[in-house]
Every structure is written in C-alpha cells, then in structure tokens.
C-alpha cells in the first residue's frame, strides 16, 4: 500500500525578516509545491502546518508557514522534513512519485516472461529521467521516455519497456 505523506522536501534555512524559510524541494520543483495548502510536519499527518505561499528562488522553494513570523521562529525549523498528502497532489498522466516506481519488476513489453530487473533508483536529467534498472550484480540505465516505457502498471507492481538495441546485451 502506498504511504499516505510523502517526503516533499527540507527545511535548509530561513528566508528574509518575515519568518520565511528555504526549502530544497525533493520533487520537481518549487513550482510542483505551490499547489498545496498544507504541508505537514511528520510522516503521519498529525502535525499540519498551512501554506500562505510557495515562491522559486533558483532550484529553491521560499516558503512561507502560518505561525513562522520572525526570522528566530523559522530558525527552530531548520533541518525539518516537510510532507505532502498523496491525496492533495495533482500529477499529469503518466507521471508517477518516484517511491512508486522504486521496487517495480522491468518487464518485456513483447514478452512479459522476460524480466530484466527491479527498479532501484531514478535519476533525472533535464530532458527526461533515467531507471536504474537492477538485475543481480548489473545495473541498467534506461530513459524514461515513451518509446522505452510502454505502460506502468502500479496496482500489478510491473512496467513494460521496449529496450532500446544492444541496451540489455551481455557484455
């Protein structure tokens, strides 16, 4: 069953005078954070905090929390781990939290009999993202693009690929 809270990102600092605070955001972006009005505090959801706004700065999040109003308060925060409900987030078809995808069996689009491993990791590039796929001692890296990935089946725990020539090949 799939967490609830997920990991969001980190409380790295504070911001300004007003008790803002700066957030490296573990998702794919700042601009992925504005949708929320609520972060929580704890993997649970037992400890809500509300948004009264998300802005980028660079690769950061400048984040403002009800109840953070001067510099020394938003200091205690430094270091937190914020959360996001999976219910409150709005994905695009066909994009997925990276924890889902992480444990999937890569299968054969062709011939699913045919396995070539577990996903253990994602990387991302720019253009696209990268699965690290593992089989044993190797590990496979394959774009995360549509002519590879051919369908993400969450519910059955697979994806079906189409590996691009010589990407499985024995060395």
């Known amino acids: 069953m799939p967490k609830q809270f997920l990991e969001c990102g980190k409380i790295v600092t504070t911001h300004g005078v007003r008790g803002e605070v700066k957030v490296q955001p573990w998702c794919d972006g700042p601009e992925f954070l504005r949708q929320f009005t609520t972060f929580y ?3 649970a959801g037992r400890r809500p905090v509300r948004v009264q706004s998300v ?5 950061m999040a400048i984040v403002k929390l009800e109840g953070l109003d001067t510099p020394e308060a938003a200091r205690e ?3 937190q781990v914020l959360y996001i409900r999976r219910a409150d987030a709005h994905l695009a078809p066909g994009d997925y ?7 999937l069996t890569v299968v054969d689009d062709a011939d699913p009999q045919k396995v070539y ?6 990387s991302p590039t720019g253009a696209n993202d990268v699965y690290h796929v593992t089989a044993g001692e190797r ?7 549509k002519q590879v990935v051919r ?6 725990g697979i994806m079906r690929i189409t590996p691009l020539e010589g990407l499985f090949d024995e060395d």
Request: hydrophobic share 45%; charged share 20%; glycine share 16%.
């Open 151 to 156: 369908a993400v089946d969450l519910d059955e």
């Open 117 to 122: 491993g577990t996903i253990t990791d994602v």
């Open 41 to 43: 505090l704890d993997a």
């Open 55 to 59: 802005r980028g700065a660079g690769g």
């Open 139 to 145: 590990t496979t890296l394959i774009p995360a693009i």
């Open 97 to 103: 939290f990276i924890q889902d995808l992480i444990g």
């Open 77 to 79: 925060y430094r270091g």
